[in-house]
């Protein structure tokens, strides 16, 4: 079945703890893009990756980190997490060719609290 | 900058209604529009999308026309099922900004029996 999987679905932490939320698809997509889902905001964009080692910031990358080793994995990385990225976390991947139009496959989300 | 707004929720509605969403955009070009429903608990599903002025989006008895001359994406159905309640966010994307999605803040429908 094709998906975007994320790990874990839910996380309760404490300000300053490192953590990882991790993202896999299994669709063979070149694109991989994290995004943050706040009331009354919709969803913004936090990174996004074009490719393998290629990544770039999005509307809302402070205080976060990605990185891609691996085309199918996507980790999302607060070094030091604080209570403003309380949220809900959303993984997608899509393929990067004709972007314009181009669908994007979402993750079932990360709900994350900071306290 | 480029953005979306979308009627504010939530929307209650009786069972086979008709039911209309308003989406406008602002933004400069012509993006690709889109609408993505989001059932309770669940992930963001794509719903409809539409790539140039005029085009109709369909899928699942909803529909969305895009009016480049009013900026607009509303999305409507004729008559709706208590399985559609759900979340709907309105988005924007250019092929040339990293296939980056623009939404809207989303819209709450509640169907009632």
């Known amino acids: 079945e094709a998906q975007v999987t994320q790990n874990p679905r839910y996380l309760i932490t404490v300000t300053g703890k490192k953590l990882t939320v991790t993202c896999s698809q299994n669709?063979?997509?070149?694109?991989m893009s994290w995004y943050r889902q706040d009331p009354g905001l919709g969803l913004r964009q936090i990174y996004y990756s074009m490719n393998v080692e290629v990544t770039d910031k999005g509307d809302v990358p402070e205080g976060y980190k990605v990185s891609r080793k691996e085309k199918r994995n996507f980790p999302l990385i607060l070094e030091s997490p604080s209570p403003n990225q309380t949220s809900l976390y959303f993984c997608a991947s899509g393929n990067s060719r004709g972007l314009a139009g181009a669908s994007q496959f979402f993750g079932p989300g990360t709900r994350l609290t900071v306290l | 900058g480029d953005s979306v707004t979308q009627m504010e929720g939530p929307v209650t509605l009786s069972e086979e209604a008709f039911l209309t969403i308003n989406c406008t955009y602002t933004?400069?070009?012509?993006?690709?529009l889109f609408w993505y429903v989001q059932y309770p608990g669940e992930g963001l599903q794509l719903l409809l999308k539409?790539?140039?002025?005029?085009d109709k989006g369909s899928n699942k008895g909803f529909e969305a026309t895009y009016r480049k001359e009013t900026t607009s994406f509303h999305l409507e159905k004729g008559s709706v099922q208590v399985s559609d309640s759900a979340v709907y966010f309105c988005a924007l994307s250019f092929y040339n900004q990293g296939g980056k999605l623009i939404f809207g803040q989303g819209t709450e429908l509640s169907v009632k029996p």
């Open positions: 933004a400069t070009g012509y993006p690709s």
């Open positions: 539409a790539t140039k002025a005029d």
């Open positions: 669709m063979n997509h070149e694109y």
